[in-house]
């Protein structure tokens, strides 16, 4: 049963997300490369919820997201390359490098904070389109049913 309303919720904190993303790409590109991802799994999740009604397992693979939605939803499929990109931001933006000497804060440009914004925007999208589609698709189910049969003639 599809659950609308909580997948709002989810596609709204993406679009925080992507909007914290793109205020963050040049004053600590970092944290907008982990928001970027961000934006894009919590969009993909809320297309989850809303086509099923259940949350996907505690998955964080933009990648994996959308290899579960492509059979239903194929207009994901090109998303895959920029996925890859976006999820080596999950890990890699939050925590130190100590075999490259690296922190966080200090291994990441601008370029790729851009590059992650870029990447994750028509996700985001796209995800919204769809929810879109399945909040209409709901709503003229749910009158159908108000109507009732109609009589023969």
Request: glycine share 8%; hydrophobic share 40%.
């Given at each position: 049963?599809?659950?609308?309303?909580?997948?709002?919720?989810?596609?709204?904190?993406?679009?925080?997300?992507?909007?914290?993303a793109?205020?963050m790409?040049?004053?600590?590109?970092?944290?907008?490369?982990?928001?970027?991802?961000q934006?894009?799994?919590?969009?993909?999740?809320a297309?989850?919820?809303?086509?099923?009604?259940?949350v996907?397992p505690?998955?964080?693979?933009?990648?994996?997201?959308?290899?579960?939605?492509?059979d239903t939803?194929?207009?994901?499929?090109?998303?895959l390359?920029?996925?890859?990109?976006l999820?080596?931001?999950?890990i890699g933006?939050?925590?130190?490098?100590?075999?490259l000497g690296?922190?966080?804060?200090?291994?990441?440009?601008?370029?790729?904070?851009?590059?992650?914004?870029?990447?994750?925007e028509?996700?985001?999208?796209?995800?919204q389109?769809?929810?879109?589609g399945?909040?209409?698709?709901?709503?003229a189910?749910?009158?159908?049913?108000?109507?009732?049969?109609?009589?023969?003639?």
């Amino acid at each position: 049963m599809p659950n609308l309303e909580e997948a709002a919720l989810w596609l709204g904190q993406s679009e925080m997300d992507l909007d914290t993303a793109r205020k963050m790409a040049d004053a600590a590109p970092y944290a907008a490369c982990f928001y970027a991802q961000q934006a894009a799994e919590k969009a993909l999740k809320a297309v989850c919820l809303a086509a099923s009604g259940v949350v996907p397992p505690r998955i964080r693979s933009v990648g994996r997201l959308i290899s579960g939605l492509m059979d239903t939803y194929g207009q994901f499929k090109p998303f895959l390359d920029s996925a890859a990109q976006l999820d080596s931001y999950y890990i890699g933006t939050r925590y130190p490098h100590a075999e490259l000497g690296q922190v966080p804060g200090r291994s990441y440009t601008s370029r790729n904070a851009h590059d992650a914004v870029q990447a994750a925007e028509p996700m985001v999208r796209e995800c919204q389109l769809v929810y879109g589609g399945l909040v209409e698709a709901a709503r003229a189910s749910r009158e159908k049913r108000l109507r009732g049969p109609r009589p023969e003639r």
